[in-house]
């Protein structure tokens, strides 16, 4: 059963409705079809997990916001919001969840740091991570139509302990990096070493 959310006014000025009328505009329709799963997903992890479900909603549907966007948008942004300079010479991947917080912000208003960092880090995931940057790093993972080996693991893990949830995704996605040579961010690397080395991790 779908859950939907009442918007209080706290963190847009929209309704659900409207902001999803606004999302579905920058996404074509499988994506806009994943980010409302994500919501789902992440809405059910707030309920479990003590976090507030409003922003789960707001940050599952944002959080791919700008992930269609040219590379010229993101470029200019980097550039406009003074970013790390370094992230010019990465790419969509890296930038649609960093990067594109800073879209969201000045396109739709969204100003909760808490919101915008659950985006933020919703591909690399980061040293310090809220529960709700934690639910939406997860629920994007998981979320029903996600289907690869390790999936059910990574569900059953989310549903049990949220923490060594995250760090199971940090150490499978690295792992699926080196295997097909890809460049590492050294966010994700840092993310790795933050969560887990000590978190008791068994595969
Ligand atoms: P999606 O936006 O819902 O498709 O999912 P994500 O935002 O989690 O991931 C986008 C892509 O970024 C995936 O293909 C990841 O494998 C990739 N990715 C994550 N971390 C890194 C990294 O450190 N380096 C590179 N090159 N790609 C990464
Ligand atoms: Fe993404
Ligand atoms: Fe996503």
Known sequence: MSEEVTYSGRYTADSREQLLAKIAKQLKPARFAHVQRVEQTAVKLAKQYGVEVEKASIAG?????????PDEDF???????????????????IWHGLVGAELIKAELGIADEDILDAVRYHT??????????????????IEPA???????????????NLELAVAYQTKHTLLYLLEN????????????????PQSGLKD
């Not at 549907?61 to 269609?68: E, G, I, S």
């Not at 470029?75 to 992230?87: T, W």
């Not at 040579?181 to 966010?187: A, D, L, T």
């Open 181 to 196: 040579n890809q460049r590492i961010y050294p966010k994700t690397i840092e993310t790795y070493n933050a969560w887990v």
């Open 146 to 160: 996600r289907d690869f080996d390790g999936v059910e693991k990574a569900r059953l893990l989310t549903s049990q």
């Open 75 to 93: 470029i200019a942004a980097i550039h406009h919001y003074q970013l790390d300079p370094d992230l010019v010479n990465w790419n969509n991947a």
């Open 61 to 69: 549907l944002v959080h791919d916001y700008a992930k269609q966007r």
């Open 124 to 141: 690399t995931g980061n040293r310090y991570m809220t529960k709700l940057a934690q639910i939406i790093y997860m629920a994007d993972y």
